[in-house]
């Protein structure tokens, strides 16, 4: 079977059904091919993934929200009041395969015109209901997420128009949203969520007053600020664009960033681990261990009371270290100067590399090519 077969075989199935909801779920699907035979899959693969024609009207038929077009419910299904919206939504998307992740089921894309952008807020899932959430914002959408009650979403649009909307679907204990337009998401959650994980192409991220067990962020060209969470794993992948995190309450926290900014301030971490390969980093913070790298660019780091140990590595910028120097035994490796501003003596162990103090927290800072300076804290 073909796309022009595809679509007719579809549209026969739906003539039944009411203009808008045939011509949005039509045109779904045809953009769909287009988009998925640019990327160099055959028909058969794009099939493979979203469905029959024949599953896709089944899925359809099992709900009562799109009862067929008779004399007594003829109309636009906006019609319809946002709570029986959301129980047929959320009917279907039980049926949604966990497989379908960058491309939801195209029944969903069908079901959009459920939720456009009214200014309004929707509940979609209650406290304790779902463990995990998955947010993908995609074509510049932002998110912002904070914690409350139940889940709780709103979604402004970048030009405030009413052709935006929002994806929802459910997996198991998973519950999904997709945002596929220019915006902001705006996302209450609840207390006790075990997982929330965020995708964006290049869409601001923000994260306050919130907690999970687990938060896991991963970003193309964005911006990532995170202040007053709590939890206990963090993990932020970023390819471009600046990370602000502060008061962070986490055992064990990760950050790879290919390109941009770094800043951590007033946070309690048992374990950071950062990795850049362009971009200047700066830090003022408890921890317990601090792994530091980044290939080009400053280390400003500022670690406050006793710690185990530390590491702090730059091939060209110079490191700024602070801390309470006579807890400390700091080694330094650099081809640049070493500045002591620490009071205590720096003992010169070959041609690059010193030491100052001999306390218990060991400290490394190295750097090829510039200049490392130690002060008191």
Known sequence: M???????????????????????????????????????????????????????????????????????????????????????????FRTVSSAAEDALHSSEKALLSLFKNSGKKLTVFREGEFDEITIFCMNGAGIDITSGKDAVISFLSADHGSHNHLLFAENGREFRIRAEEEGIVFLQLPHNMKRISIRTECGSICIHSAEAESLAVDAGSSSVDIDSVRTDNLAVDLSSGSIRISNLFCREASVRQEEGSLAVRYSLCSLIDVKCSSGNISLSMKTDRAKIYTASGSIDAEIEGRFAAAVLETFSGSISFASDISMTCIHCSTDGSVINHSGLPAMRMDTQEYRIGSGPSRVLLSSQEGDIEVTEL
């Open 2 to 92: 073909n796309m022009n077969q595809y679509l007719q075989h579809l549209q026969a199935g739906l003539q039944d059904y009411p203009e808008n909801f045939r011509n949005e779920t039509l045109h779904f699907y045809r953009s769909y091919f287009l988009k998925c035979r640019k990327e160099g899959k055959s028909d058969d693969e794009i099939i493979a993934e979203t469905g029959t024609p024949d599953e896709i009207l089944k899925h359809i038929s099992m709900t009562s929200y799109f009862a067929k077009d008779t004399a007594s419910e003829r109309g636009s299904i906006l019609e319809k009041s946002t709570a029986e919206a959301a129980a047929s939504v959320r009917s279907l």
